[in-house]
């Protein structure tokens, strides 16, 4: 990609990225009516290995903390939506169909 390219993605990408809600993400539960906390949703965690917002301590702190049933890994920075949209397209897939058991019909 030439210098070029990558410009006008960072640019667009600061023109469409919002802060995100920090507060929701370290406190997210599930709880049942009578308040118990409980693991019926399913979930997986992307890592990225090349993440300057979100380091490889905070990632592994963040899987311990609430344990995914697959830890899937991108060799991508933060955004991978935007860095490489295929490849986290086709996990997204992968994880939907493997993990969490959603299976498209025609």
Known sequence: MNSGMMGQDST???MLLRPGPVLALTSA???ED???V???V???YIRTRHDNVVKAEQQEAMIKKW???TVYELDTD???F???PFLLFGLLLKAAALDVGFHATA
């Open 12 to 14: 667009l990408a600061s």
């Open 78 to 80: 933060h955004s991978p």
């Open 67 to 69: 344990p995914p049933s």
């Open 34 to 36: 009578g308040g118990e």
């Open 38 to 40: 409980v693991e019926k």
């Open 29 to 31: 539960q599930f709880r």
């Open 82 to 84: 935007f860095s490489s």
């Open 42 to 44: 399913p979930r997986v």
